[in-house]
């Protein structure tokens, strides 16, 4: 296995760059694992696919606008800070931008400094530093007054509705890049499902900006993955113990509450309440252990996340059908449409 091997063609102009008006008016492909057959469908047409009994797990966890913009004190030089980790204590692993200005010892002020200024600590291997952050009142406050939303790379445009990198159902603030798979959901959509017989639970995993890190090594097996700290709780450990028992599916909304549930299930598939970090790396060859369906945005080429998806339906049903995206002018990546794998 090469990494070379989950390479694919993809114009640029595919990479979507603002979201849709309607969420559920995106296009889903539907991909059947086990033959590769494809069909081409809406996202309000899901509630279709799903039968009573099964139980479709969701990611809680909510985009912070960790994106600060500020400038060096007393130069007045600019500067970005990117939260990544909360380290306690008023203290974050932030990803900085000039490095080569952000020393220990420097000091940085947001907006006019009444509200919030930080001091760079140290620098991590690999260049993250820790950063110390002073301010009065509660931190996510002054975040929702001076921050952005931290979008990924390869997204060009301003967002003009920041609500629109947050998932409707998002409630736990923590991720530095949004779990793009439940961007798709309504209030609505999610009440027929239920409506339906469907179970709806949470999980919680807050999205590093390792996500977005491309494999750079030939052998995959070699990449360093990155660890995400998420959340099982007991009542969503109860629903999917109980489905996979009466014999219903278990679908996980993106790739996150998948690694979360994977991450946490024993041998057998069983899970218990759960919380910590996870680095687990899921590609060709691995066996599922709760995982039976899977609803999810086009991946990054080289990326772990299409060897995850590859892992779940086959690297050539999963290339075959994004050579029939690309084909079919889909739209890809974080604003875009989605596949069901099933």
């Known amino acids: 296995m090469k990494t070379s091997d989950f390479y694919y063609e993809l114009p640029p102009e595919l990479i979507a760059q603002t979201p849709l008006e309607q969420r559920d008016g995106s296009r889903l492909m539907r991909l059947n694992k086990e033959t590769g057959e494809i069909g081409h ?62 020393h220990p010892g420097q000091k940085v002020s947001f907006g006019d400094g009444t509200l919030l200024t930080a001091e760079i600590l140290e620098e991590l291997p690999g260049g993250n530093r820790i950063v110390s952050f002073h301010y009065d009142g509660i931190f996510l406050e002054i975040l929702e007054q001076l921050g952005k939303m931290p979008l990924p790379p390869y997204i060009k445009e301003e967002l003009n509705d920041p609500g629109r990198y947050q998932t409707v159902y998002s409630k736990e603030a923590g991720s530095a890049a949004a779990p793009t798979a439940g961007l798709h959901f309504t209030k609505e959509l999610l009440k027929r499902i239920e409506d339906m017989g469907v179970k709806v639970c949470y999980v919680t995993l807050h999205v590093g900006l390792g996500t977005f890190r491309p494999v750079k090594e030939e052998d995959p097996l070699e990449h360093e993955m ?16 109980q489905t996979k028992r009466e014999g219903g599916r278990v ?12 991450s946490w299930a024993g041998e057998e598939g069983h899970l218990k309440e759960s919380a910590g970090w996870t ?64």
Request: proline residues 5%; contains cysteine; charged residues 20%.
């Open 41 to 102: 469908y809406h996202f309000f047409d899901l509630p279709g696919f799903l039968k009573p009994g099964d139980c479709l797990v969701l990611n809680d966890s909510r985009v912070l606008p960790a994106r600060l913009l500020g400038h060096r004190v007393p130069s007045g030089g600019a500067v970005e800070i990117l939260l990544l980790v909360d380290r306690g204590n008023k203290k974050w692993e932030c990803l900085v931008r000039p490095g080569r200005k952000l």
């Open 279 to 342: 680095n687990i790396y899921i590609y060709p060859g691995y066996r599922f252990k709760v995982l039976d369906g899977l609803v999810t945005n086009f991946h990054l080429p080289e990326s772990t996340l299409i060897m995850l998806v590859s892992a779940l339906a086959g690297r050539e049903h999963i290339l075959s059908a994004y050579e029939e995206a690309v084909k079919e002018q889909y739209r890809f990546f974080s604003f875009g449409d989605a596949m069901f794998i099933s």
């Open 251 to 262: 679908i996980c909304v993106g790739t996150t509450s998948c690694r979360t549930l994977e």
């Open 226 to 241: 990155h660890s995400e700290y998420c959340v099982i709780s007991a009542e969503t450990a109860d629903i999917v113990n």
